[in-house]
């Protein structure tokens, strides 16, 4: 059963397969990150890139972030700070790809990116905006299963409807992994840093993070409230339960959580009309 795990995983990390762009990243991780000339030559790179630049400044005014006026790169580099827009210039095509194929996951990744940054303010957390980056990237996951094992998705679809069990225990019975691992695997692959890629590898399973259990309980708690609103479509009907160990990390009450779902309702709307405006757009390109 290993030999299905193991396989995917060198798959993955073996980038040249993965819907990413090499060139960019090798340069992009070849660069320091505190360095100051190296932010300033790593937005020479990403805006050398016209596509790419348009792509992360798409996502940098998305209301995950909440800023709406990132006119360029190097604003974005000041506003998101480095390791965002790193992370935003490696997943951008996945994050096409999704607004292609999978709207209700693009729109519920969305969702969970707004809501991690909405948790992290109320709770006055530092590094919101890559707490709101992990909420955005936590089911990269499921778009590279889907790109690399599209009859196993086929298969963890079908246990889904017949199971009637969460799409992380579908995959483990198919793949004998789940989506949280595959997308740790990924942004190891991609070198982010553990703040980014531990959130994405225990997004389900909060007990299981070490250093960054605080930024890891947000992303999972906005993953359950946002299954919980119906907003968007993350591959199964269930909600999850918030998780004891998110509970006592971030010192939770009841009235924090309702705070916090009232807030997420309007900023929801926003989340649509984001969604709404990008698909017009995919559209009046396309014809």
Not at 116 to 145: Q, R
Not at 259 to 275: G, Q, R
Request: hydrophobic share 40%; aromatic share 4%; charged share 25%.
């Amino acid at each position: 059963m290993d030999e299905k795990r193991n396989e995917l995983k060198k798959i993955i990390m073996d980038t040249k397969t993965l819907p990413t762009l090499p060139g960019v990243i090798n340069k992009l991780n070849s660069l320091s990150d505190n360095d100051k000339s190296s932010v300033q030559e790593m937005a020479r790179i990403v805006s050398s890139d016209q596509v790419l630049s348009a792509r992360i400044l798409r996502l940098a005014n998305s209301p995950s972030y909440g800023f709406y006026r990132v006119s360029t790169i190097s604003n974005a580099m000041i506003l998101l700070g480095v390791n965002v827009v790193k992370s935003l210039a490696l997943s951008s095509s996945i994050f096409e790809i999704m607004e292609k194929n999978s709207v209700g996951l693009w729109e519920h990744s969305l969702g969970v990116g707004v809501a991690s940054n909405l948790i992290a303010t109320k709770l006055g957390l530092p590094e919101c905006e890559e707490i709101a980056t992990a909420g955005l990237l936590h089911d990269i996951g499921k778009v590279i299963i889907s790109l690399k094992c599209s009859e196993a998705e086929r298969e963890v679809r079908r246990v889904i409807d017949e199971k009637r069990v969460y799409m992380r225990e579908a995959e483990q019975e198919i793949i004998d992994t789940d989506h949280a691992e595959v997308g740790g695997w990924l942004a190891k692959s991609w070198f982010l840093p553990d703040k980014l890629s531990e959130p994405i590898n225990c997004h389900h399973n909060v007990a299981a993070a070490g250093n960054h259990r605080i930024k890891t309980a947000v992303v999972h708690i906005a993953d359950a409230l946002i299954k919980a609103s119906g907003f968007g479509d993350s591959g199964d009907s269930y909600v999850p339960q918030i998780q004891q160990a998110a509970w006592d990390t971030l010192k939770l009450n009841e009235q924090i959580i309702a705070d916090i779902v009232e807030a997420l309702e309007d900023k929801l709307v926003e989340v649509k009309n984001f969604s709404l405006e990008l698909q017009q757009g995919a559209d009046a390109v396309a014809n």
